[in-house]
């Protein structure tokens, strides 16, 4: 699942990370039961009125299926404001669960009949 968490006035987005990042640290000792794979950055136009800003700074967020739950619930009550952007399974766990992508299985020829 990917998550977009969004930058605010009253809000610093690495912070906001951080925080997350030790949350799920503090619930989960093993690393691989992390609930976030990995993160990025990016900045995207800004079509808000209310701000003066023409671009809107944003992390996106690669969570596991494990931790979806979690992490939604963490930014909901940390009132971050985020956009759910895919439910789909990571690619790191579709590879771990001996899954493909349907379109991958078609570009390569080869089809698994069950």
């Not at 969004?6 to 925080?19: F, G, I």
């Not at 136009?45 to 967020?61: I, P, V």
Request: proline fraction near 3%; aromatic fraction near 10%; charge should be negative.
């Amino acid at each position: 699942m990917k998550v977009r968490i969004y930058e605010t006035n009253n809000m610093d987005l690495d912070t906001v990370e951080k925080m997350l990042f030790q949350a799920d640290k503090q619930t989960n000792f093993h690393p691989d039961s992390f609930w976030i794979l990995s993160s990025s950055e990016g900045e995207k136009n800004n079509f808000d009125h209310d701000e003066t800003s023409l671009s809107k700074r944003f992390k996106e967020l690669c969570v596991k299926w494990i931790g979806r739950e979690a992490v939604i619930m963490w930014l909901v009550s940390n009132q971050v404001p985020f956009e759910i952007i895919t439910f789909k399974l990571l690619e790191e766990e579709l590879e771990a669960i001996g899954e493909r992508d349907p379109e991958e299985q078609l570009i390569s020829g080869h089809t698994q009949i069950n």
